[in-house]
């Protein structure tokens, strides 16, 4: 079982996490639990190391991580052109949580529209070592091909 997070911002939100699961008598060690922290703000990324020293992995939200990296709101009608998650900023941000969870042995999944609206992006996921990407059914088969090939160019 994987328990999810969403929008933590400091660590002693997270270190009251196994605190709440242990008075609720959930442990990670008996229960088999995981406990995966929703990384949709630049602090997460900032941070990247310290939460992945602390909890099992990230789940990336791409849509919010890209509209606070990049400072625009996707949903208003005048600034949904400058939204953009294959901006190179969110590119870095996106890989520098993988690097950091992958040197503290966390998973790293990713949750978002990108992937979906642009299959090649599945690529760039694929090479930085992304565990797990979330897509829209409409878009799975096309994805699937570009992780293949992104996984086979790998090997």
């Given at each position: 079982?994987?328990?999810?997070?969403?929008?933590?911002?400091?660590?002693?939100?997270?270190?009251?996490?196994?605190?709440?699961?242990?008075?609720?008598?959930?442990?990670?060690?008996?229960?088999?639990?995981?406990?995966?922290?929703?990384?949709?703000?630049?602090?997460?990324?900032?941070?990247?190391?310290?939460?992945?020293?602390?909890?099992?992995?990230?789940?990336?939200?791409?849509?919010?991580?890209?509209?606070?990296?990049?400072?625009?709101?996707?949903?208003?009608?005048?600034?949904?052109?400058?939204?953009?998650?294959?901006?190179?900023?969110?590119?870095?941000?996106?890989?520098?949580?993988?690097?950091?969870?992958?040197?503290?042995?966390?998973?790293?999944?990713?949750?978002?529209?990108?992937?979906?609206?642009?299959?090649?992006?599945?690529?760039?996921?694929?090479?930085?070592?992304?565990?797990?990407?979330s897509v829209t059914p409409d878009s799975f088969i096309t994805v699937k091909?570009?992780?293949?090939?992104?996984?086979?160019?790998?090997?």
């Open positions: 079982m994987t328990v999810n997070n969403s929008h933590v911002i400091r660590f002693e939100e997270l270190d009251r996490v196994p605190e709440e699961m242990a008075a609720n008598h959930l442990r990670r060690d008996v229960d088999e639990l995981r406990i995966y922290v929703m990384c949709e703000i630049p602090s997460n990324v900032i941070l990247a190391k310290a939460f992945a020293e602390r909890f099992d992995g990230f789940s990336i939200g791409s849509n919010d991580l890209t509209q606070l990296t990049l400072g625009v709101d996707r949903d208003s009608a005048e600034l949904s052109e400058l939204f953009d998650e294959q901006d190179d900023a969110v590119k870095w941000m996106i890989e520098n949580v993988i690097v950091e969870a992958r040197k503290a042995g966390a998973k790293v999944g990713l949750c978002g529209q990108a992937p979906s609206d642009h299959p090649e992006f599945a690529e760039f996921l694929v090479r930085c070592g992304i565990d797990s990407i091909r570009y992780v293949a090939a992104a996984e086979a160019a790998r090997d």
